[in-house]
């Protein structure tokens, strides 16, 4: 089914939030909510799959973290987690809530792929201690920062198969292992052999990475992700992939909220002309939660219009 998406703006749950009016409080924490917003907005953009994503800290709360949820603004955490536990998806936090949204999805939305979102070790990691103190940990304890990474691991490993098992797709975020915040032979290190191991179970899978990833492209190719979403230049990025991989991006975010539409028609046209085949016209990183609703619209109009 993968073949079949041109457009793929990631909406996630903030934006969603914005367009169906629901407080994002509701989203974070009803599945359900969740899932009839996101189809909601599928309906409303017809773009070309779905993404379910509520926060970054779904993972980390299920392992033991403590977050207060505002009214209408993303969790905040309270306590990192003081001893971390492996959680159960179907039970623990709200994991089960991620896979109720994306089996609502999966009712409603027989024909298009349902993504799953759940984080890399290395930023779960991060997440589970503070990204200070993990980064930290790489330097001055690299027996503890490895032991966290396999509980990341061993905890994702799980998820993933709790996605698989409803016959959805993962797409993998690793915010903290951008090229903006640690080296490539950080990345080489620490960040890949446990995406490797992850993608190697999931078979087929998407993967994020934030920020400037171009030192990291050579070895980004090593996780065998079948879709690889950058905030790269496409062009400049395209020429380190082989044909059969599916390059995603990269239209800046801040122009979905800032922009008007002849801006964001100029700009997804630039990158699809940089993309050619197998490219699948996509926001840089998710949509803001208060980008302009005629932009959003714009970007899968163009989409489907010129990415065929």
Known sequence: MIENIKVFPLVVANHAAYVTGEKEKELYLNGEKL????????NYYGYDAVIVFADVYVEMEAMGGKLSFPEDAPPMIKEYPRTIKIAHPQTDGRLKEILKAALFLKKHLKNLPIFVSL????SLAALLVGAENFFIL??????KAKEILYLALENQLKFLKAILNIDCLPFIGDPFASGSLISANIFKNFALPLLKELIKEAKIAGLHICGDTQKLLPLIIETQAKIISLETDIKYAKKYFPSDIYLMGSVPTDLLVHGDIYQVK?????????????????????VPKYAKKENVKMMVDIGHLYNR
Do not use: S, V, W
């Not at 002309?273 to 990183?285: E, H, M, P, R, V």
């Open 119 to 122: 984080k890399g070790p290395f």
């Open 138 to 143: 790489l330097i001055k304890n690299e027996r």
């Open 35 to 42: 899932g009839k917003a996101l189809l909601y907005c599928q």
């Open 266 to 286: 100029e700009e997804c046209e630039k990158e699809i002309i940089a993309g050619k085949d197998n490219f699948i016209l996509a926001t840089a990183c998710d």
